[in-house]
């Protein structure tokens, strides 16, 4: 068995122009669950094999609402992805948390309601648990990455997840504030929820472009001064993974996290009454559990 792990980074196309990253290519890798975003950047970086999806596709033509959340996650599962970086643009809902900072999320609100959330359903029925929806593990390694880097980051916070494509109203931007979010954004969820029904650890790096509209100076930031923050951020997000790449392929204790274990006992579903179909369709992402003794 190949114990060695495989560094999966969702998010925005500009992210995999690294210095350093060899052996690339482009592969496509087929899915049950219909056309993922984009094919997937195969490729090495300090020795780390790195697979990038961009998360809108390559030219952002998928907006947040018909992302293929499951088509992604099970052909990051067939590349041999074992942990995922999420990278996002995220508003800010806190005074604290300012344009250009970090925030690696160790909680979840999910607001969205338009999205297939899971793998399984009629026929093959799990529930796995998501209280804590992140990798603690990643989420060290993430935190002393970006300090390497300089970057000014946050660890922990509450990352409300909104259906979009609109932004929030001011009644929600203030209600979601009183219920003590930290950020918001419209890509992380189901994502976390089907990278822990695939056995991948996951974690997520909220990049904060501007504050959200319940700011008094929201309506004078201009969009020059968000496209660079943008451009801020991701030269930042660049030099996280290049960072923190070595120090995820040097863990000898990454194969035995917990996340990897989510679905030991979550399927409910007998085996004499499991659907074949399903089965088939299931085999990257729960084949662990579903083969045969």
């Given amino acids: 068995m190949n114990n060695k792990p495989v560094l999966g980074i969702i998010g925005g196309s500009g992210l995999y122009e690294i210095d350093g990253l060899q052996n690339t290519s482009w592969q496509k890798f087929p899915s049950a669950f219909g056309e993922p975003s984009d094919a997937l950047l195969c490729g090495e970086l300090n020795q780390q094999k790195i697979v990038f999806l961009p998360r ?32 996002s643009a995220v508003g800010s809902l806190q005074e604290k948390l300012t344009p250009g900072m970090f925030v690696i999320v160790d909680q979840f609100i999910d607001r969205t309601f338009a999205r297939e959330k899971s793998f399984f359903g009629p026929g093959l029925v799990a529930h796995v648990s998501m209280a804590h929806p992140v990798c603690n593990r990643l989420g060290d390694h993430l935190e002393k990455a970006t300090r390497n880097c300089g970057i000014e980051v946050v660890r922990g916070g509450t990352y409300l997840v909104m259906e979009g494509p609109q932004f929030s109203t001011l009644a929600e931007s203030n209600l979601y504030r009183s219920w003590n979010c930290d950020v918001i954004g419209m890509t992380n969820m189901p994502e ?102």
Avoid at 57 to 70: A, K, L, M, V, W
């Fill in 56 to 87: 809108h596709g390559r030219d952002h033509q998928t907006p947040p609402s018909q992302i293929n959340f499951r088509a992604n996650i099970d052909i990051l599962k067939k590349a041999g992805v074992t942990d995922i970086i999420s990278i």
């Fill in 192 to 293: 976390a929820k089907l990278a822990r029904e695939a056995e991948i650890c996951y974690a997520t790096v909220a990049m904060v472009t501007d504050f959200d509209c319940w700011h008094p100076e929201h309506d004078n930031v201009s969009v020059e001064a968000i496209l660079n923050v943008l451009h801020a951020n991701a030269n930042n997000g660049r030099s996280m993974i290049k960072n923190v790449a070595p120090t995820i392929h040097a863990e000898p204790s990454a194969s035995n996290c917990h996340c990897k274990k989510s679905l030991q006992n979550a399927i409910l579903t007998p085996p004499e009454a499991r659907d074949e179909a399903m089965i088939d369709q299931l085999s990257a992402v729960a084949g662990r559990v579903l083969k045969s003794p």
